[in-house]
């Protein structure tokens, strides 16, 4: 049965490729002759010169097209999109405040896509990231040796800046295949590293593959990282009892965790690193160990999911969203307990960690009256002693974990 006229939604949203006219389906075809507005990039829109429909382009800053956009409401109308407008494009920001009746889209072939098929790696086992508008840290989960990536980026200037940034990673051997206007008449691809990039004149659009080598430090996906991946004053979770405390956090993927007391920000990084979706909120009190959390989760490539609040617990939770599991490393009071328990919904977790008598002891209690389990975590490393070596013991951790 043929799709009726008034059941077509007003918004069209189409992945154009730089072969223009020529890689458009009969459907898209049909979306762009039937159109009263079409709106996209000069770019775009010069891809296709025939169009018949008034067209506008898409303004930048990209926020400012989507005002623009819904003045056009209820009118038929295309916007154009590179490739798959779903895979880090702007087709869930366009639609996001549309109900699912008002809009369609016609997904082109991915920049990704593309890539692939031009050096024969298989997607599912690459990485893929846009960094046109991210930091190139969002890498730094996938630098290992013998991993593969490939990333969307800003312009030709920034082929240069990322093959600079994985030297300074200690991953100049880095091979890079920098591809320019896949699947049109401009298209380019060429190879080099990125300790000897010396491209010029590289031209946007442009996607680079990256198969990583070198001898840089490579983050591990076991918890408890070595301390020295955090920038900190002393104030951290050590490497042992973050290893443990991770453990008993159980990190799920799409949960949200409160740290409290964050200190280096250390246990919220690394639930952070156990899954791409996982989300924290970082409470600390100490204006300068806040500004640090900021900048260790910029290094390790996680700030885009974590937020950072300036302020003392209990006050500072007033507000934030609501988390699955909570973690107190810091400050513990029967005050803040009390807070946190009654703020909590039915089935988050719970894990607090003590290290002076009189938090044992409040642990202690909460655990007799509200159940969960304790542990305590005695640590001893070896150390010189004299002309010979014994053990160093550590202040003993006593760790309270409960489900509401």
Known sequence: MSESKSAIPWLTIVGLGEDGPDGLSPATRAALESAEVVMGAARHLALLPDLRAETVTWPVPYADGLPLLMGYRGRPTVVLASGDPFWFGAGSVITRDLAPGEWRAFPGVSTFALAASRIGWPLEQTACLGLHAAPFTRLRPHLAPGERAIVLLRDGDAAGALASWLTEQGFGATTMTVMEALGGPRERIRETTAAGYDLKDVQHPVCAALAFAGEGRVLTHASGLPDDWFANDGQITKRPVRALTLSALAPRPGEHLWDIGAGSGSIALEWLLAHPTTRATAIEADPDRAAR????????????????????APDALTGLADPDTVFIG???????????WQDMAPATRLVANAVTLDSEALLTDWQGSHGGTLLRIELAQAAPLGRKRGWKSSYPIVQWSVTR
Request: proline letters at 0%; hydrophobic letters at 50%; aromatic letters at 0%.
């Open 293 to 312: 959390i900021t900048g260790n989760a910029e290094t390790l490539g996680v700030a885009h999911r974590l937020t950072v609040v300036e302020g003392a």
């Open 330 to 340: 810091g400050g513990l009071s029967e005050a803040l307990l009390t807070v946190v």
